[in-house]
């Protein structure tokens, strides 16, 4: 019996000291780099966290940008039409381009235009986005993006409600 309870003793040592490497610690060391989020109840804010959204390739983040009533707009060149769709189908399509891309790189350039109020705001600015999916398949997009934000009270974060793409793509 002491035998056993000596054994027990001895694994229970060994499993104690053992460092799982796929467990590892958790780091809670200061990261400058970790506060990267913008203010969302400024509109400079909103766009930090569209680009953070894209550049980690985090849906969640991206989801929180847009309004529950919100409406992507693109044309379809080849059919000379412009084509819509809401919230719902925009996160799906984000989550996809997400999941097959290696690699996003966005820069927001310029404010081009930018009117509104302080609950109301409308942005035109231009962009570039780069998405690798492979080493050989690379897409630049750039233009413009035309988006329409929303607040119920100046505390309160931004919200998208409508994006008009006006890229090349």
């Not at 969302?40 to 849906?59: C, E, L, V, W």
């Amino acid at each position: 019996m002491s035998r056993h309870l000596l054994y027990i003793g001895i694994i229970a040592v060994i499993f104690s000291s053992c460092i799982n490497p796929f467990a590892p610690s958790f780091d809670d060391s200061p990261d400058p780099g970790r506060d990267v989020l913008g203010d969302q109840t400024t509109i400079d804010g909103a766009f930090t966290n569209f680009k953070m959204s894209y550049t980690t390739q985090d849906t969640l983040l991206y989801g929180q940008l847009l309004a529950p009533d919100f409406v992507f707009v693109y044309t379809d060149y080849d059919r000379g039409i412009d084509v819509s769709w809401g919230r719902d189908e925009d996160v799906r399509a984000t989550h996809r381009l997400f999941r097959n891309a290696k690699d996003i790189d966005l820069i927001w350039n310029e404010i081009i235009t930018q009117s509104g109020d302080s609950l109301n705001t409308t942005v035109r600015r231009s962009f570039n986005l780069t998405i690798s999916f492979t080493a050989d398949d690379i897409v630049r997009i750039g233009g413009y993006a035309n988006m329409q934000f929303e607040r119920s009270n100046t505390d309160r974060d931004w919200k998208i409600t409508r994006w008009t793409d006006e890229s090349n793509f």
